[in-house]
């Protein structure tokens, strides 16, 4: 069989699987299965504190503003990898899949069909920003992942929303929307601090005291093309 | 190959008829009406970005064995609070009851499976719980490197390779702490590495001492 020789000069590769390959995999299989959020939330637990481990030693330096600004980063690494796969299953499973080109249909795609996919429910809002062109806003007043989350003060502006971020930054990357940056946005920072396209910030919001905004901002070159398609 | 099986015998010790109904039923409850879910592919993909990304910094399956086998112990100590308050049991009365209950309450409150209690050694302080469906390994094909051969049958947690659901058993170990039974629990078998079935073996080692350490004040 084919799979068996990649395994070159194997030892093992005489074992004879027993279960269906992988690829034999009926692509529907786990669609609508579910498992309780409660599991789920103890993995995510766990994938924040090993984390912050991770970035503990910068952390010490210089206590929050840099931890919780290596911090971000390192979740959307987890929800990178989730985000890919899960980019790749969706379009397998549309039924006439194309790969967005326009920013606009992209958004929606991702507000949408993978929002539903993954958390049950379409995004509740998607928005353009008013200051600048590059940057949309996605926003879920109760994201049902954070549910269980709670975070110490000394992480400052982090959010576990990071995570989200990724996911939406792999699908944006799958879809070669590149160097596209998602950044959180939640509760109760200052606004200013808009300039680099990796930290996490946030926006004060008394209202929905779980609502996050994911901030996505293109690059140029994305934007170039957007003109392009416009015949400007 | 796993060796000889540890037991062969016909009957397996079982709980009541009527005690085992009961466990069902309640979990069958507490999965239908009382738990918050999401998506299970969600769930799949986000334990095998941890798995994938504990291997990367890690570059050791043993390592990550372990790795995996410390947080799910972390998750099991804080677990089986929730556990305690959905199920409200009364205590369990043996060994046998603590498995069935494991099975039929503990893994379909969080994960909506009920694996099979089974193997259980004659003098009743060793089972294997044996999954079907793993929820952790969905879409998961482990690379031949991490299938090296498994550890002897009566190997313990020395294993070679990766056990890519190793944190099921922290969380075993770490819930039943809790309820004061010290445990080992360790894979015998993946299908993810072509074996048969999916087997984590638990031995009882001793039941914990319900009073308080004189140290501790």
């Keep these: 069989m084919s799979r068996d020789s990649s395994s070159v000069g194997g030892t093992a590769a005489a074992t004879a699987p027993t279960a269906p390959h992988i690829l034999d995999r009926n692509l529907a299989k786990t669609r609508t299965s579910e498992t309780s959020l409660s599991a789920f939330a103890y993995v995510f637990a766990e994938m924040i504190q090993y984390s912050q481990k991770r970035v503990s030693g910068v952390e010490d330096l210089e206590k929050r503003s840099v931890g919780s600004r290596l911090l971000s980063p390192f979740l959307a690494n987890f929800g990178h990898r989730v985000g890919l796969r899960e980019l790749e299953l969706t379009l397998w499973r549309e039924k006439n899949p194309k790969r967005e080109t326009r920013v606009l249909q992209m958004l929606i795609f991702i507000n949408s069909v993978i929002w539903k996919s993954l958390f049950g429910k379409p995004a509740d809002s998607l928005q353009k920003s008013t200051d600048n062109e590059d940057e949309y806003m996605l926003t879920d007043n109760d994201p049902v992942i954070l549910k269980y989350i709670s975070l110490p003060k000394e992480l400052g502006s982090f959010n576990a929303g990071a995570f989200m971020a990724g996911i939406v930054e792999a699908v944006l990357d799958g879809c070669h929307f590149v160097s596209s940056s998602v950044n959180y946005l939640g509760v109760d920072t200052d606004k200013k601090k808009k300039a680099s396209r990796v930290t996490a910030h946030s926006t004060a919001s008394d209202t929905a005291p779980n609502s996050m905004t994911l901030l996505i901002k293109f690059d140029k070159s994305v934007l170039q093309r957007e003109r392009t398609f416009d015949g400007k | ?217």
Aim: some cysteine.
């Design chain 2, 1 to 217: 190959m796993q060796g000889t099986p540890i037991t062969t015998k016909a009957s397996f010790p079982t709980t009541s008829t009527a005690a085992a109904a009961r466990a069902k039923q309640t979990g069958d409850d507490i999965w239908r009406n009382r738990t918050d879910k999401i998506n299970a592919e969600l769930f799949a993909l986000t334990y095998g970005s941890l798995v994938a990304t504990l291997v990367k910094d890690y570059e050791d399956y043993a390592e990550v064995n372990t790795q995996l086998d410390k947080m799910g112990y972390n998750i099991g100590v804080r677990l089986i609070e929730e556990f305690l308050a959905k199920s409200s049991l009364p205590k369990c009365g043996t060994f046998v009851e603590t498995a069935d209950v494991i099975s039929k309450i503990g893994f379909k409150m969080f994960l909506g499976i009920t694996p099979t209690i089974t193997n259980w050694s004659a003098d009743t302080k060793e089972f294997s719980i044996i999954i079907d469906e793993n929820p952790l390994s969905e879409f998961v094909e482990l690379p031949d490197d991490a299938l090296l051969p498994p550890p002897a049958s009566t190997g313990g947690s020395a294993a070679t390779g990766l056990w890519y659901s190793n944190i099921l058993c922290g969380v075993l170990r770490g819930a039943l702490e809790m309820v004061l039974l010290q445990v080992d629990v360790f894979f015998v078998s993946d299908v993810l590495r072509h074996d048969d079935a999916t087997e984590i073996r638990v031995r009882l080692v001793r039941i914990l001492d319900e009073d308080v350490p004189a140290s501790d004040e």
